[in-house]
């Protein structure tokens, strides 16, 4: 199994009671760990503007910033964003963006993409927010101009949502170029969500990798559903690389995994979230699949392994100030998947 690691930015409040002169310490600090050890294939980060479980005033650090400044002080790991949201950024432009940060990581970046869904910072920063349908639309245009850009250098689209005419992109990414990368898209392609008649459609066509839901039930279901697509395009369902993200509570007893989740908790209500809501949310991460002990864990990684999940993106709350938990899974969970 592959392991990626989200960097906390803010957004899920993971940067809370830190100076913002020191953030940026923090977060490459982290990227740095990641680099250094042999656990991490990828560092992640969200695409969003405001915070959850609800917007406030907290820090919350833009994605493709930190994909240039973490290509600039990493050598090794693989530089994603789980996900970017399509109508945040003309794709022609964002094409570019990906480009000069692939030629900045020297051929390191991973595109994760989606059709967005945080309806409150769609508004806030002026898109609106336009049915379900009409985001996938500008989803599937979007990643045709990706691939465009990355593969031939230029793209012209006279779709419904995106009018590309003749844009160049140059220098192209380095990946699918000078550098070994995705045949398929040149820089690998994550297309993520579950939504059954179009995501999934869209990643059979266009995913080098999909990212969705990490419990075995929901993952089996998607599998399916994926595979169905695949198989009516007449892709084969085996190049597609399907990953999942994980929130990671891990403790050597039950009792170190009690005081992470309270930890989490405090961080939240740190935040200004009100005492019944941090507490239905450390109620609701209790129940996820990644919280345990070291055996419990390596358990449910490996029967999704055996389902066809091979690559696990993991978060850690406590990461921007206790490392522990990570380096507790870098010690006794990674070696036994990757092993």
Not at 96 to 103: G, L, N, P, S, Y
Request: glycine residues 12%.
């Amino acid at each position: 199994m592959r392991f990626g690691l989200f960097v906390p930015q803010g957004w899920r409040m993971d940067l809370v009671g830190i100076e913002p002169a020191r953030q940026w310490e923090v977060m490459a600090g982290l990227a740095r760990h990641a680099d250094d050890g042999d656990t991490f294939e990828s560092i992640w980060v969200y695409d969003h503007f405001h915070t959850v479980p609800q917007p406030s005033g907290e820090a919350t650090h833009e994605a493709w910033t930190l994909m240039a400044g973490f290509g600039a002080v990493t050598s090794r790991v693989r530089l994603g964003q789980m996900c970017t949201c399509m109508a945040y950024r003309n794709p022609a432009y964002l094409a570019k963006v990906a480009a000069t940060v692939d030629v900045i990581s020297g051929g390191r970046t991973e595109m994760g993409i989606g059709a967005g869904w945080y309806e409150h910072e769609w508004r806030a920063y002026g898109y609106g927010f336009p049915k379900a349908g009409d985001r996938l639309g500008a989803l599937r245009e979007g990643v045709q101009v990706f691939r465009d850009m990355w593969m031939s250098g230029s793209a012209t689209l006279d779709g419904t949502y995106y009018q590309v005419d003749g844009a160049i992109c140059a220098p192209r990414p380095l990946q699918g170029t000078s550098h070994p990368g995705s045949a398929l898209n040149g820089i690998p392609m994550w297309i993520a969500g579950g939504g059954e008649k179009v995501t999934l459609k869209i990643a059979a066509q266009y995913a080098d990798y999909t990212n969705f839901d990490g419990t075995a039930e929901g993952f089996d279901h998607k599998s399916e559903i994926l595979k169905g697509h695949c198989d009516d395009l007449g892709r084969d369902f085996g190049e597609i690389v399907r990953s999942a993200n994980y929130n990671v509570v891990i403790g050597e007893t039950d009792a170190d995994v009690e005081d992470r989740l309270q930890f989490y908790g405090e961080l939240l209500r740190k935040g200004g979230v009100a005492d019944d809501k941090a507490a239905a949310s450390v109620e609701d991460l209790r129940t996820q699949p990644a919280v345990g002990t070291p055996d419990k864990i390596v358990a449910t990684l490996k029967d999704m392994e055996s389902r066809g999940m091979t690559y696990a993106i993991t978060y850690f709350a406590e990461a921007a100030y206790d490392r522990s938990g990570i380096e507790l899974f870098e010690q006794t969970v990674a070696p036994e998947l990757t092993s």
